[in-house]
């Protein structure tokens, strides 16, 4: 029995990592995508692929490991809510830093870019 279940918990984790990625994509173009209407648009697209790059695998992973070794969806949940604010001061400041805006309109963008994925996630589920 104990054979059966590792080898099949061993042939869905390939599945589980594309399934990953295919959110990793999919959120990056949900959060991208208002930062076509802003300008200077390469600056705010091209910081806003570099953040969702370094943030999103990240963020993904670190849910799934938590919720593997925790799981409980209430502790999931409330982590996930403290990672996205982390997230979102992070990205505030690459967009401060690399667009050279101000620290409100950085976070602004941040926050809502953020917001927009996580209520589609949420609407998606």
Known sequence: YHNIFVGHYESIFPIIRIVVRILDLFTIGIE??????????????????????????????????IFSLYPNEHLLWIL????????????????????????????LVSTLCNCLSFGIGLWIL
């Open 80 to 107: 996930t809510l403290c990672m996205e604010v982390l997230v979102v001061l992070g990205e505030g400041w690459f967009y401060k830093e690399l667009v050279h805006v101000s620290a409100k309109k950085a976070l």
């Open 32 to 65: 991208t995508f208002p930062l076509l209407f802003l300008k200077p648009r390469k600056q705010w697209v091209r910081t806003g692929l570099l953040c969702n790059v370094l943030t999103n695998p990240l963020l993904n992973t670190l849910r799934i490991l």
